[in-house]
């Protein structure tokens, strides 16, 4: 008797547990996974088998040795350009969901300034960071700038699309009601525009690693930047593909970072997507 | 035929209109739209029509006539281009009406990001009432139109009937006694449409609204309306008055009567002398 209602119960929890989407998630983890298994793989058959120059292209297993070998001196490069990015993307946030709604708010404005953002996106930041290093020197101020200035554009974009986007109707209802331009603003447009503006934020963060690096580079004391310089210059290939594996795995970190706090912060876009997908439990 | 059979009275005879009484007023509204290429549009004509406090009025009249203009223009949400509309006799400002009136679009509009009860103090919200004492109004409400055990729901999760019902207890809280209802049914099945016409009576009669609803259907405008305006072509104008005088409930006995198949017909040649 007890222990049918035990056999019970654990029948009921068990296809209680959503397989399906457990499945579909841990797939959607693993295939990518599987893959970048496969092309170590071959590379690393590859090297042993054909003999390559470790110097000049050091199989996998020999980058992951000498990187964690020489963690020591990565480690604080990749925190210094970690805290670069951190600072940037901030100002980056804050300037671009600013000029976003500014320009959203004052029509004029916006026909004034949107096309120049634009056109700014032709501009290549590779020859302005000279120049930045020039004015502010090797201090954070010139990195920051270079972030700000790469991820500046898909977030202010993205926040003037998903601003725009909403529904006439929605809005006339709200008039209905008497708000104010401002309450339908952060009542329905800029709650409206969220899903938006994390998907410009989910661009702007893997730029804004990018960026650091980059900006580093050109003219820095400390960060994976100048480490990737250094090691460049000193012919060890293993190290400068370590170092650049790191920082890809950063930023991949940061992105699913962004998701979580997308999933998090608007879960009710992703309830009603499944639904919408016909996505079941 | 659909049946009504709850115990709705008709309104107390104390809140009967009394003669010359008005709540909402269109005095020779009239409403041109000026297309994007400067082609002009004439949308509403010279209309006129008067529903007295607690009257349940319907609008009536094609496709394209100019019904959602004119609940627009009574809403304050768009100025005519002719013509005033009065509250309480009183000539007033598109802007003065803008949240004194309730309006019910066709499509729910729900905000995805807000429960059920969220959505429906929406209203209440924008008119600055504080949270708990919106939401307590708001579950009076729920009790009453069968949405208690909705209160936490998303809209993505509510049947197309429960939005809807959600809708019309948002509207009806937004405003003073005014509702303005823009085919509200529309895209919900037949059974679906006869529960809601419960619940609008219910707003209706239990919290003594004024009601203008714009429909497309001949039966639901005898079913649930005191007056009937029926309008003309585009531009809209108002072609004929019909009073249904029929008892209420208006259960499937007055359905089948003379008096309701007299009416049926009445509206029916309105609608149709103009086609
Ligand atoms: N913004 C607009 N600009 C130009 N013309 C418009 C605009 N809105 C509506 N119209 C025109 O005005 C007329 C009346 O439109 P309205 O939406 O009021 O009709 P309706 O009676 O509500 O129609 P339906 O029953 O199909 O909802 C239509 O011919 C329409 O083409
Ligand atoms: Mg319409």
């Avoid at chain 1, 008039?175 to 969220?194: C, E």
Wanted: hydrophobic share 50%; glycine share 8%.
């Amino acid at each position: 008797m007890n222990t049918s209602i035990t056999q019970q119960r654990i029948a009921a929890w068990w296809s209680g547990i959503p397989w399906h989407r457990a499945a579909r998630t841990a797939g959607k983890i693993l295939a990518p996974l599987a893959a970048l298994g496969i092309v170590l793989g071959a590379w690393q058959i590859y090297v042993t088998s054909a003999n390559i120059n470790a110097l000049i292209l050091p199989a996998p297993s020999q980058i992951a040795q000498h990187t964690l070998a020489d963690w020591a001196n990565l480690q604080p490069a990749l925190v210094v350009t970690l805290q670069e990015t951190a600072i940037g993307f901030a100002y980056a946030l804050a300037f671009g969901l600013g000029t976003a709604a500014l320009l959203d708010l004052i029509p004029p404005l916006r026909a004034a300034l949107s096309p120049l953002f634009v056109a700014s996106q032709s501009i290549p930041i590779v020859a302005l960071a000279p120049l930045l290093q020039l004015w502010f020197g090797t201090d954070l101020t010139a990195k920051v700038i270079v972030i700000v200035l790469v991820c500046f554009f898909p977030i202010t974009v993205a926040g003037l699309d998903g601003l725009r986007a909403t529904e006439p109707d929605l809005i006339r209802l709200y008039r209905s009601f008497g708000a104010s331009l401002w309450q339908i603003f952060y009542l329905v447009r800029l709650p409206n525009a969220l899903p938006a503006i994390f998907s410009g934020i989910r661009i702007a963060i893997t730029y804004s690693v990018i960026g650091a690096i980059f900006a580093e580079y050109v003219g820095a004391e400390q960060g994976l930047g100048v480490y990737l310089r250094e090691k460049q210059a000193a012919f060890r290939v293993d190290l400068v593909i370590g170092a650049i594996a790191v920082t890809a795995i950063a930023s991949v970190a940061l992105f699913l970072l962004v998701m979580v706090i997308e999933r998090v912060t608007i879960p009710w876009f992703f309830a009603a997507r499944r639904k919408v997908a016909g996505g079941e439990g | 035929m659909l049946d009504i059979t709850a115990s709705f009275q008709h309104p107390s005879s104390d809140r009967a209109p009394k003669p010359g009484e008005q709540c909402i007023a269109a005095m020779n509204v009239s409403h041109t739209y000026r297309g994007d290429d400067g082609q002009r549009v004439a949308a509403l004509r010279d209309v006129s029509l008067s529903v007295a406090p607690g009257e349940f009025a319907s609008v009536i009249g094609p496709s394209g006539c100019g019904k959602s203009t004119l609940l627009g223009i009574l809403a304050g949400l768009d100025a005519p281009t002719a013509g005033v509309v009065l509250l309480d006799g009183q000539p007033t400002t598109p802007r003065q009406r803008l949240g004194r009136i309730g309006l019910m679009p066709q499509r729910d509009l729900l905000l995805p990001w807000r429960t059920a009860l969220g959505n429906a103090v929406a209203g209440l919200r924008v008119h600055g009432v504080p949270g708990n004492i919106a939401r307590a109004q708001a579950r009076d409400l729920f009790a009453r139109f069968g949405l208690s055990q909705f209160e936490r729901a998303y809209p993505h999760a509510l049947s197309g009937g429960m939005r809807q019902r959600v809708a019309l207890v948002r509207a009806a809280l937004a405003s003073g006694p005014v509702l303005l209802l823009d085919e509200p049914f529309g895209a919900l099945d037949a059974l679906t449409r006869a529960d809601l016409r419960h619940w609008l009576l219910e707003a209706w009669q239990g919290l003594g609204k004024t009601i203008i609803l714009v429909t497309h259907d001949v039966d639901e405008a005898l079913l649930l309306s005191d007056r009937v305006f029926v309008l003309s072509p585009r531009p809209g104008t108002v072609r004929a008055v019909i009073d249904v005088a029929l008892p209420r409930p208006r259960d499937l006995a007055v359905q089948g009567s003379a008096e309701f198949v007299e009416l049926r017909r009445r509206l029916l040649t309105a609608l149709e002398a103009q086609l």
